[in-house]
């Protein structure tokens, strides 16, 4: 499967975005999507992840109750909504698609392009 993140920009600290990614082929049932982030001299680190078809979504400590992982099944869609956003959430953001209900990016084969999110403060 191909993925492709987008909606990326640069925003004030408080401020919101979503962060799309379009899957090139409907998930399967077992199916894990999420979406990762790397800012610059860091490691790669979780953010969110759900389940394809039941829904489930786990979060990092750091963005959780204000960042939502969602998707649109018909359209193949994966979803990051970014509330109250932190000069520290500045990264690239990357959507990942595996098997396992796991936050570590080793579970994951298949990753997209990043997209950047600047949060200035």
């Known amino acids: 499967v191909q993925l492709q993140a987008s909606g990326g920009g640069l925003v004030q600290a408080g401020g919101s975005l979503r962060l799309s990614c379009a899957a090139s082929?409907?998930?399967?049932?077992?199916?894990?999507m999420a979406w990762f982030r790397q800012a610059p001299g860091k490691e790669r680190e979780f953010v969110a992840l759900i389940r394809w078809v039941s829904g489930s979504t786990a979060y990092a400590d750091s963005v959780k109750g204000r960042f939502t992982v969602s998707r649109d099944n018909p359209k193949n869609m994966l979803y990051l909504h970014m509330n109250s956003l932190k000069p520290e959430d500045t990264a690239v953001y990357y959507c990942?698609?595996?098997?396992?209900?796991?936050?570590?990016?080793?579970?994951?084969?298949?990753w997209g392009p990043g997209t950047q999110v600047t949060v200035s403060s």
């Open positions: 082929r409907r998930p399967f049932s077992s199916t894990v």
């Open positions: 990942a698609s595996g098997v396992r209900f796991e936050s570590t990016s080793k579970d994951y084969d298949y």
